[in-house]
């Protein structure tokens, strides 16, 4: 894919880019939005950009990108294509956008690296880009193609609301108007777009955590609050205002971690908040009248934390060939294992489809426990929630 010249100095210079890439990204948001305030209104996650992560997630990418372009020359990294193209549906980037995008972001590789980017250099970085950005449009085109017309933006409204925990609660909705609801496969997401007490709308992306016979879906969201990180705007907001009876704006469903049809046992596990998309992995499952070997995992802080845990055990209890294993932190005795997930003693089906989603670190260390004990990477499925920074480290 890339020129024998490119790619040679791409492999030279990568090691210098790669080093500059945080500060090099941090220059390019800081110039754009000084340019363009408006792409932080309905599309970009300013709570990502104070935090850093989706500076940290834009560097990592580039990185990624490239190095697998040299790595495997005769290979487009479809995989790392397709996650970032659904995150990009969901919040309505356009072709016209990446232009924007390589003028800020090559303006900042010029400031911050100087005379060491010469003519010959940024030629190569500028193929790596729109390689990495057409590969995109085009992912992007089929994406939106498939949504149809009525998959940007839909109102739907508000029916039942329910506290999960002290800080997750559901939200049943149903879509109003006369129009088709766009297909969910069990895994994907949705974008919230609301708008905030300063006038500027913001984006988050929540799991349909489940769904109705009747046409309704519900979404499940946590309140993040502050502390290391920066408290979430859009989940408080919607945790201290939604009320039966509102309407909200939704996207189409987006995203690529999605249950598969097949027959092979599966293996399902979450942390936290991360139980969303495999609970509606279990809806899905439940309603199908799976017959599926699945083994469920789970690990929280406590039982009262632990998010549509009666969801998971219903669901669970209702598959015949379904079993689960939660473990607590605190408060585990008579319900589940304590402490940490370890699945040192866990029988793991033989030849297991996996999904998993939790906090980054949570995830780190269940890949490496999986991998040890045998399972194929190429069968190991995530979802991170926000911008991925698993692509970063």
């Known amino acids: 894919m890339l020129s024998a010249e490119t790619a040679a100095i791409i492999r030279a210079t990568l090691p210098v880019v790669g080093a500059s890439l945080d500060t090099i990204t941090a220059r390019f948001y800081d110039t754009m939005f000084a340019d363009h305030p408006d792409l932080l209104d309905g599309l970009f996650n300013?709570?990502?950009?104070?935090?850093?992560?989706?500076?940290?997630?834009?560097?990592?990418?580039?990185?990624?990108?490239?190095?697998?372009?040299?790595?495997?020359?005769?290979?487009?990294?479809?995989?790392?294509?397709?996650?970032?193209?659904?995150?990009?549906?969901a919040v309505g980037v356009t072709d016209d956008q990446y232009v924007i995008v390589h003028k800020y972001l090559f303006a900042a590789i010029a400031?911050?690296?100087?005379?060491?980017?010469?003519?010959?250099?940024?030629?190569?970085?500028?193929?790596?880009?729109?390689?990495?950005?057409?590969?995109?449009?085009?992912?992007?085109?089929?994406?939106?193609?498939?949504?149809?017309?009525?998959?940007?933006?839909?109102?739907?409204?508000?029916?039942?609301?329910?506290?999960?925990?002290?800080?997750?609660m559901s939200l049943v909705l149903r879509p109003l108007g006369d129009g088709p609801v766009p297909p969910a496969?069990?895994?994907?997401?949705?974008?919230?777009?609301?708008?905030?007490?300063?006038?500027?709308?913001?984006?988050?992306?929540?799991?349909?955590?489940?769904h109705g016979q009747d046409g309704t879906r519900r979404i499940t969201v946590k309140r993040v609050r502050g502390g290391d990180a920066p408290e979430g705007e859009v989940s408080t907001l919607l945790h201290a205002?939604?009320?039966?009876?509102?309407?909200?704006?939704?996207?189409?469903?987006?995203g690529d971690l999605a249950l598969d049809g097949g027959d092979a046992p599966l293996v399902l596990v979450s942390a936290g908040i991360g139980c969303t998309p495999?609970?509606?992995?279990?809806?899905?499952?439940?309603?199908?009248?799976?017959?599926?070997?699945?083994?469920?995992?789970?690990?929280?802080?406590?039982?009262?934390?632990?998010?549509?845990?009666?969801?998971?055990?219903?669901?669970?209890?209702a598959l015949p060939e379904a079993e689960h294993i939660f473990w607590y932190e605190r408060d585990a005795a008579g319900h589940a294992r304590p402490g940490r997930m370890d699945l040192s003693d866990v029988a793991l089906p033989e030849g297991a489809v996996v999904y998993m989603c939790g906090p980054l670190p949570f995830m780190r260390d269940l890949r490496a426990q999986l991998v040890g004990a045998g399972v194929a990477p190429r069968d190991l499925h995530y979802e991170v929630f926000g911008p991925d920074l698993w692509i970063a480290a």
Do not use: C
């Not at 205002?241 to 987006?254: I, Q, R």
């Open 185 to 210: 496969l069990p895994g994907q997401y949705v974008s919230v777009r609301v708008r905030m007490p300063d006038g500027v709308r913001q984006l988050r992306q929540y799991t349909l955590s489940g």
């Open 278 to 317: 495999i609970t509606a992995m279990l809806h899905h499952l439940t309603a199908t009248g799976s017959t599926r070997r699945i083994l469920l995992l789970h690990a929280d802080v406590s039982r009262s934390g632990h998010p549509l845990r009666t969801d998971m055990e219903r669901l669970a209890g």
């Open 241 to 254: 205002t939604v009320k039966e009876g509102d309407v909200l704006t939704l996207s189409a469903p987006f």
């Open 46 to 89: 300013r709570g990502n950009q104070r935090s850093g992560e989706q500076r940290r997630a834009l560097a990592g990418s580039i990185a990624a990108f490239a190095g697998m372009l040299l790595d495997h020359p005769d290979q487009r990294p479809d995989a790392l294509l397709t996650r970032i193209a659904h995150k990009h549906a």
């Open 111 to 168: 400031e911050v690296l100087g005379d060491a980017i010469t003519p010959e250099i940024a030629a190569a970085w500028d193929e790596v880009y729109w390689l990495m950005a057409g590969a995109l449009i085009a992912m992007e085109a089929r994406i939106y193609a498939a949504a149809g017309d009525h998959g940007r933006w839909r109102e739907w409204q508000v029916i039942e609301r329910h506290e999960e925990t002290a800080d997750v």
